[in-house]
Every structure is written in C-alpha cells, then in structure tokens.
C-alpha cells in the first residue's frame, strides 16, 4: 500500500511540476487567455477552459499508456525492462536532475501553430480548446520531456501500477491550469502577479526536485549498480 501511494504522489507531482514549468505555464496562460478573448460568458470562457485543461491531461496520460503498455506487451522487452529497470533508474534520475538544475541543456524542436488555426479551434468551443490542450501538451519543453520520458516513464515502467501512473500524471497537470481558467473565467485582475509568483515558485520546487533526483538516483546506484547498501 505504501508504494502504492507513492507512485501516485510521485507521478501527481511530476504532473503539477510539468503544468508550471516556465515554457507549459505560459503556453497554457496564454491559451486559456486567448480562449477567453473569443467567449463574452464567463461560464463559456471556464468551459472551454476546462475542455482545454482536459485535453492536456488525456494527451499526457494517453502518450504515457501508449508508451508504457506497448514496451510491457512485448514479454521479452517487459522481462528485460523489470530485470535492468533498477539499474537504469539511477542514471536517469541523474540525468533528468541534473536538467532541472539546468546543468545540462536540452534544445528541443518547437511545435508551430499559426493563428489561422489558433482562430479556428478558438471559435469551435469547448471541442476547439480541447483539440488545442491535447496538441499543445505534445509540444515538449526541455523541462516537461525530462520529467515525463526521464521520470515519469521509467516510474510507471517499474512500478506494479504503472499503467494507472499516467493517467496520475495527467490529472496533475491539470490542476494548476484549472485554477487559472478559474482566475480568468472571474476576471481576476492580478492574474500576472500570480502568474510570476507560481513562476518564482517553480524555480525554487524545480531546483529541490532536481537535487531530490539526483540523491534518489545516487542511491540507486549504490544499490542495483555498486551494491554499496
């Protein structure tokens, strides 16, 4: 039960660590303000906010399930996976670290969407903002890639439950977009002071969670890789 309940906080805070990221926080700000431009009715702006929020969270978990069901559906890549899992999980801890703390730098191609298309999906309500959540969510960040392919995959691939990790994930990142569809679907007026306050509070949540990965990944190192333990 204990590891149970640790693989979904793991795989919920990795969820809300990706959503307020700096480059998924403002592309999801920026979204759900654009949304909310094209809807007078603040019941239709949280609406379609929702829908977009939506689509975010089933295109992680879908991605997720894809990825971890297809590699445990093969036996012998699933036997392969639980038998070195262990000892792989330390360096990518490591890895993926060491690029929250920004030591190591990853440029990753972006997603292009015009504003013709941004219009379109915009005006087609709630099943717009959803298509749009769900393709905005594959446009990977350096930070966001680090901790769904170098954390939250390997999490779920070594875990008893890791097809349920995923869908985690997802709902994790969604729940501080559905706290600023809120914020705009009332009018808030100070959303930006908020908005640079949950950045400032990312930096500080990015640098002990890459230094957690790397004490983690250490430790497994000692463990499955040196046998120091």
């Not at 590891?3 to 700000?29: E, K, Q, R, Y």
């Not at 000892?87 to 690029?99: D, E, F, H, R, S």
């Not at 999490?155 to 914020?183: C, D, E, M, Q, R």
Request: aromatic share 12%.
């Amino acid at each position: 039960m204990t590891d149970i309940f640790i693989g979904f906080a793991s795989a919920l805070w990795l969820g809300v660590l990706t959503s307020i990221s700096p480059c998924p926080l403002a592309s999801n700000v920026a979204a759900i303000s654009f949304l909310s431009k094209k809807i007078a009715h603040p019941a239709l702006v949280f609406i379609s906010g929702l829908a977009y929020t939506l689509g975010r969270m089933v295109s992680y978990a879908a991605l997720g399930w894809i990825i971890v069901n297809s590699l445990l559906s093969v036996p012998q890549l699933a036997q392969f996976l639980q038998k070195y899992m262990g000892k792989a999980l330390g360096p990518l801890l490591i890895l993926t670290g060491l690029v929250l703390l920004e030591i190591i730098t990853v440029r990753l191609p972006g997603l292009s969407f015009s504003q013709k298309h941004h219009n379109k999906l915009a005006e087609s309500g709630a099943p717009g903002a959803f298509l749009l959540g769900f393709i905005f969510a594959l446009a990977f960040c350096p930070v966001s890639a680090a901790l769904f392919f170098g954390s939250l995959i390997p999490l779920a691939i070594n875990s008893k439950n890791g097809i349920i990790l995923p869908l985690i994930y997802g709902i994790g990142t969604g729940l501080p977009v559905l706290v600023f569809t809120v914020a705009i679907a009332l009018g808030v007026t100070s959303l930006s002071r908020w908005f640079h306050r949950i950045s400032r509070l990312e930096y500080y949540t990015r640098k002990i969670t890459g230094i957690v990965f790397i004490v983690v990944g250490s430790y497994y190192i000692g463990i499955y890789i040196l046998r120091l333990f």
